[in-house]
Structure formats: structure tokens, C-alpha cells
């Protein structure tokens, strides 16, 4: 072994310990979140034109499916999660670009993804 080769390991590890977020997510979570789609049809094309879009791809938003993304959010509470669902937070824009989402279909979309898979 290269001597401090376990550099980079260990600042990896420190920086996923201090991560807010927990764990982040592996490869495998990633093409769990992208097979995901909610039964109801109606949710479902709301899910494909809107959260879907940041919800299950590499960025900021918390992964669908993935617990340990979830768990911070979760523990705010469903009434703070639906307000900033509905009116945007940070980079999230308001409704999550989906103007013709109800508060039900939100409330229904955030349990979808934020529920562990
Ligand atoms: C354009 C990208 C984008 C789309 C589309 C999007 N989100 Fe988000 N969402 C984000 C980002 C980024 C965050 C993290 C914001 C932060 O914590 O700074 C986030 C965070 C959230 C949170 C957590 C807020 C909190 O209090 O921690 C909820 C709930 C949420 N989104 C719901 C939804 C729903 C429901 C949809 C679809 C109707 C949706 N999002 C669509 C980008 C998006």
C-alpha cells in the first residue's frame, strides 16, 4: 500500500459521517429511484412530468426510496413537508413544477418517495 493511499478513504468517510443527509446513496439506489412509479395512474403521470425529474437523479433534492435521504426531512413533520412541497424551498420550486398538482396529490407523492424501498 501506497503510503497515505487511506487518505482519501478516511476524508470520504468523514464527510458521509458529517453528511446531514446520512449515507449517500450508491449506484443501486439511483436505478431503484428511477424504476419507481406510484400505481394509481393518474399519480403516476404526475410523478414522470414533475418530481420524478430531480426526485430520482444525482443533485440536491432527497432520493425517492432512499431512507436515509428522507429521515431529516421526515422528522420536520408532514405540515412542513407540504408547505414547502406547495410553496417551493430552496432550488425546489413551488408544487414541484406541477401547476395542476392538488395538496392531496402532493401529501400522496411525498409519502411515495419518501417511504423506504
Ligand atoms: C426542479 C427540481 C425539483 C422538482 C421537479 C421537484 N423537487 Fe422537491 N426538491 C428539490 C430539491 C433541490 C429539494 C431540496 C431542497 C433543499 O433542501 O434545499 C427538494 C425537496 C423536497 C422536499 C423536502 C422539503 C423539506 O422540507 O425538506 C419535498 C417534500 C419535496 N421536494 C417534494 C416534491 C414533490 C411532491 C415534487 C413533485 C410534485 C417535487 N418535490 C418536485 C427539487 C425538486
Redesign the pocket.
Known sequence: MKPRAWLPAAAALLLAACSPAGAPPADADYHRAESMRPDDAALAE??ER??????TTR????LAGHAPSWR??LA?GPA??????REG?????P????AD?SDE??LR??DF??RPR
Open positions: 404526475r410523478w414533475s418530481c420524478r425529474l430531480c426526485h443533485g440536491p433534492a432527497p431529516p426531512r420536520q412542513v413537508l407540504l408547505q414547502r412541497a424551498f430552496n432550488t425546489m420550486p408544487r414541484g413544477l406541477c398538482c396529490d402532493l407523492l411525498i418517495m419518501s
